[in-house]
C-alpha cells in the first residue's frame, strides 16, 4: 500500500513538474504565433499531434527553440494519427532531412522523462520519412530529441530517387 502511494505521488509530481516547465518554456501557449492548421485557437489548450501537421510541428519545434536555455522542450498529449504524414509532406521532409538545426525535444505529457538533449529538425524529417515508407503511425515514444543519421539519410534518399524514376 506504502508503495502504491509512493508510485501514485511521484507519478503526479513527475506530471506536474513536467508541466512546469513546459509552461515555463510556452507561456501556456499563449505566446503561440503560429497558426497550427487553425485549429489550436484556445490557449489553454494542450497540443496533440492531430492539431498539427508535419509543417506546423516543424515550425513550432524550431521558433520553440532558445539557445543556451537548458530545457527547450514541448509537450503534446496523445498519439499521432494514421497517416499523419500525407504525400504531400514528403518534397518537404526531404529538403529538411540533414538539418542540423536546433530545436525542442518533443516529450510526451505522462512522461517523467525530462531531457536536456537538443534535437535536430532533421531527426524529426527522418521519423516522419520512415513512417510515411513504411505505412506506420509516427511513435516519437514519451520523449524523443533525435538527430540526424547519415545512413537513414541515404536509404530515405535512395528511396525517394527511386519512386521519382517510377
Known amino acids: 500500500m506504502k508503495k502504491t502511494k509512493y508510485f501514485l505521488f511521484t507519478t503526479f509530481l513527475a506530471i506536474i513538474v513536467c508541466y512546469g ?8 501557449k499563449k505566446d503561440l504565433e ?5 485549429k ?6 494542450t497540443l496533440r499531434p492531430k492539431d498539427l ?12 527553440y532558445v539557445e543556451n536555455k537548458k530545457l527547450n522542450l514541448i509537450t503534446l ?5 494514421e497517416n499523419w504524414v500525407k504525400d504531400e509532406d514528403v518534397e518537404y521532409l526531404i529538403s529538411i532531412i ?9 516529450i510526451n505529457i505522462y ?17 516522419f520519412m520512415n513512417s510515411f515508407i513504411e505505412n506506420k503511425k509516427v511513435d516519437l515514444g514519451l520523449a524523443n530529441s533525435p538527430k540526424t543519421d547519415a545512413k537513414a539519410i541515404e536509404r ?7 519512386r521519382k524514376n517510377k
Open 21 to 28: 516547465f513546459v509552461d515555463e518554456n510556452s507561456n501556456r
Open 34 to 38: 503560429i497558426s497550427l492548421n487553425d
Open 40 to 45: 489550436v485557437k484556445d490557449s489553454t489548450k
Open 53 to 64: 501537421n508535419v509543417n506546423s510541428f516543424i515550425k513550432l519545434f524550431s521558433e520553440k
Open 77 to 81: 498529449s496523445g498519439e499521432f494519427p
Open 98 to 106: 540533414k538539418s542540423k538545426k536546433k530545436c525542442c525535444s518533443y
Open 111 to 127: 512522461s517523467s522523462f525530462i531531457t536536456t538533449e537538443q534535437a535536430e529538425v532533421g531527426g524529426y524529417a527522418i521519423i
Open 156 to 162: 530515405i534518399e535512395s528511396w525517394y530517387r527511386n
